[in-house]
């Protein structure tokens, strides 16, 4: 099972993960 | 002279020729394995794919995974499932497990009351636990599901109804109310870890999208083999508006995962056993708002 997120924001939003990264729920992905 | 030249030569022979042979084998193997794993499925591969009974393992798989299972055997079978797949029994609500009717109960097992804590500080947080496939802008009508491997935006979120942006030809650029861009990230959820989703932002969903479709494996190695993967599978999407615009929410359904549930739409129902091309919408209104780690909704087997 998979989880897509797909969302608008801003060009300065920004990813605090990597890719193959393991997170938990509630674990930041990403702001602006 | 002759005779121990010979014992000699014969003892080099059946020694090191079996395992040179070996060693070719192995390199050999793994250069197929290596060339095999980057190669992207053939059209023909992806029908022969589909064309197998899937949904009907995942409905009998289900079928059997909601059975009760007698007290004294629930250690035992739940036990060999949390050893194989790694789950981590003390963040479980009820480490007791007895208390678990099926092993569909187990595999939707809740979590202990603040196990886990949300990032207040970040605008978007991680709606499960699993393993972050891929993420990034999206600049095209084609989005990565792993690198490299793309799916089409349009087809996997269906025909722009929900908002007034029709006349801009670009399907993305219909997306973004705003100079913004558009953003991806995907995360798999591997058969040990907590299998219930909640919401990623504060945000508010405002229409339903229902997509029949095939019950493919979503594992690492069948996203980096088939293109397209997540326009062919069962998923409900889920799109609505947060602060800075456009998002949506989808989960994708697999072979052993075919049910989704969630717990704001009780009109959802997955996994039926005619599969359909169609999408089912709903509007959900303006009525429906979810905080950051919100509960959304739960995959269950089968």
């Known amino acids: 099972s998979t989880i897509v997120l797909v969302f ?8 605090t993960i990597l890719p193959g990264d393991r997170v938990q729920m509630g674990q930041g992905l990403g702001r602006v | 002279e002759r005779t121990s030249d010979r014992f000699e030569w014969k003892g080099i022979l059946t020694r090191f020729v079996p395992v040179g042979i070996c060693l070719i084998a192995v390199m050999q193997w793994r250069s197929y394995r290596k060339k095999s794993s980057e190669r992207l499925a053939n059209k023909w591969e992806i029908d022969c794919y589909c064309m197998l009974p899937l949904r009907t393992v995942s409905r009998w798989w289900g079928w059997l995974a909601d059975k009760e299972i ?4 629930r250690p035992v079978v739940y036990g060999l499932y949390a050893n194989t797949f790694g789950v981590k ?3 479980a609500l009820h480490e007791d497990l007895r208390s678990y009717p099926s092993l ?10 603040g196990i886990r804590q949300v990032d207040h500080e970040s605008d978007l947080v991680s709606p ?3 393993t972050v496939l891929h993420f990034g802008t999206v600049h095209t009508g084609e989005i990565e599901q792993v690198k490299g491997v793309t799916y089409s935006l349009e087809k996997f979120l269906g025909e722009n109804t929900w908002n007034n942006n029709n006349n801009v030809k670009d399907y993305r650029t219909s997306l973004l109310h705003n100079a913004h861009t558009l953003y991806q990230c995907v995360i798999y959820l591997a058969p ?29 190695r069948i996203a980096k083999w088939v293109p397209g993967l997540f326009c062919l599978n069962e998923r409900a999407v889920y799109l609505g508006s947060w602060d800075h615009g456009f998002f949506s929410y989808t989960a994708v359904g697999a072979t052993n995962v075919g049910t989704v549930k969630v717990y704001c739409d009780k009109t959802l129902h997955t996994n039926h056993p005619k599969k359909s091309d169609r999408c089912k919408d709903l509007c959900l209104g ?9 509960p959304f909704g739960e995959f269950r087997m089968g």
């Open chain 1, 8 to 15: 608008e924001a801003p060009v300065n939003f920004q990813f």
């Open chain 2, 70 to 73: 007698p007290e004294f055997l």
């Open chain 2, 89 to 91: 029994l003390s963040e």
């Open chain 2, 104 to 113: 569909a109960d187990f595999f939707a097992r809740p979590l202990k009351s």
């Open chain 2, 128 to 130: 499960c636990d699993g």
């Open chain 2, 192 to 220: 040990g870890d907590y299998h219930r989703f909640h919401s990623a932002a504060n945000w508010k969903p405002t229409h339903r999208r229902h997509f029949h479709g095939e019950l493919l494996s979503v594992s690492p």
């Open chain 2, 286 to 294: 303006n009525g429906t708002y979810f905080k950051k780690g919100d």
